[in-house]
Structure formats: C-alpha cells, structure tokens
T-cell receptor, first 111, second 114 residues
Framework: DVKVTQSSRYLVKRTGEKVFLECVQD?????MFWYRQDPGLGLRLIYF???????EKGDIPEGYSVSREKKERFSLILESASTNQTSMYLC??????????FGPGTRLTVT | GENVEQHPSTLSVQEGDSAVIKCTYS??????FPWYKQELGKGPQLIID?????GEKKDQRIAVTLNKTAKHFSLHITETQPEDSAVYFC?????????????FGSGTKLNVKP
C-alpha cells in the first residue's frame, strides 16, 4: 500500500512564526500536492509539484511556499503564520494520470 | 478553469438502502473522475475512479456512472452499511503536459442509520 506520511497530526503555532509541514511518500510518485481543507469549502489546492525541484502554484498559494529537494519529500512552508491559516492541511501524491493518495492530515492552529 | 459542483451536501439513508451522490463539471477536456471517502480524523481515500472512455464502472457495492455529454457523474452505493458513513468527495481532472490537476467537489456527508 502507498503510504503518505505527514510530520505532525496536530500543531499549534503563534502568529508570525515560520511553520514547516513535511510530507513523505514511499511509492516513487512523480506528483505531490498540498491542499487545505476548511468546512464548507472542500479541498483547495495550495501548491503542487510534478518533479524534483519543480513547483507550481495552485488556487490559493498566497502566504505559502514549498520545497521539493527529493522525490519522496514535499514541504509546505508558512513564512509568517496568520490566524486565517488555521486549517487542516492535507498532502497527497500520485503517479502520472491517476488518483491521489492522501496523508492523514495536519490540523494547524495559529493563535 | 474547471468547476465541480457536488450534491447533496448531506445525505441520510437507512441501512440497506441505496445512496446516490451527483457531481457536475464544466470543462469538457476533463477526462478522469475519482471519488474519495474521508472518515473522521483521516485523509481522503480513493475508492473508485472512472475515465472518460467508459460510461460505468462497478466495484462490489460501489458504482460510478459518467455522462460526458451532460458533464455529470455519480456515485452509487448499494446495500449501505453504517461503516459507509463518511464524507465523500468527487473530483475531475484533465491531463495537461502529462500531469493531472484535480478539482474537488465540496463534499457530501453520508449518514447511514442502523
């Protein structure tokens, strides 16, 4: 089974802090994604990557950046956390032209 | 870009009954349609998918139908069980430069009453 792991299940940070969310997949997938999930808004794409060192903006990239130095690892960075970034963050990976495998999610609270 | 709408937002059925969730999409170039199940406290899990060259696909109690002309696709769950209770998401994607970008519906909370 494909495994997508995320570094934390729950995280509490203060406004202005730099936050790193790490995601690792073990199936050699080319594509990796970061989404945020909020009630009533479904899943919204923040950033995605289709290869090492490649990254593309999703629908809501403002306030976020990403890093993909190795194929199996895709990091989401909040440069200066704000309260409106309190959310559930989901990482996913997929082979080309196929459905995604999601991680368990990180529930981030910014106070 | 693509726009995916999903209905209903909540669905309550009696155990053993069928459940149907519907999605529409706007981009005729979309050609791949996965469905996900998300249980409480977990990430979404891919349960079934369909490609645009197929009209229907079945996997045990779950089936998905696709109408490309009308641009809608549906998830059908038969003989529902309490463990089917979860939030279900549909998604649509097209291939651009050999890459899939997914657009998700807003989710349907299914409650199966024992």
């Amino acid at each position: 089974d494909v495994k997508v792991t995320q570094s934390s299940r729950y995280l509490v940070k203060r406004t202005g802090e730099k936050v790193f969310l790490e995601c690792v997949q073990d199936m050699d997938h080319e594509n990796m994604f970061w989404y945020r999930q909020d009630p009533g808004l479904g899943l919204r794409l923040i950033y995605f990557s289709y290869d090492v060192k490649m990254k593309e903006k999703g629908d809501i990239p403002e306030g976020y950046s990403v890093s993909r130095e190795k194929k199996e690892r895709f990091s989401l960075i909040l440069e200066s956390a704000s309260t409106n970034q309190t959310s559930m963050y989901l990482c996913a990976s997929s082979p080309r032209i196929a459905g995604s495998n999601f991680g368990p999610g990180t529930r981030l609270t910014v106070t | 870009g693509e726009n995916v709408e999903q209905h209903p937002s909540t669905l309550s059925v009696q155990e053993g009954d069928s459940a149907v969730i519907k999605c529409t999409y706007s981009d005729s170039a979309s050609n791949y349609f996965p469905w996900y199940k998300q249980e409480l406290g977990k990430g979404p899990q891919l349960i079934i998918d369909i490609r645009s060259n197929v009209g229907e696909k079945k996997d045990q109690r779950i089936a998905v139908t696709l109408n490309k002309t009308a641009k809608h696709f549906s998830l059908h769950i038969t003989e529902t069980q309490p463990e089917d209770s979860a939030v279900y998401f549909c998604a649509a994607s097209g291939v651009l430069n050999n890459f899939n970008k997914f657009y998700f519906g807003s989710g349907t909370k299914l409650n199966v009453k024992p």
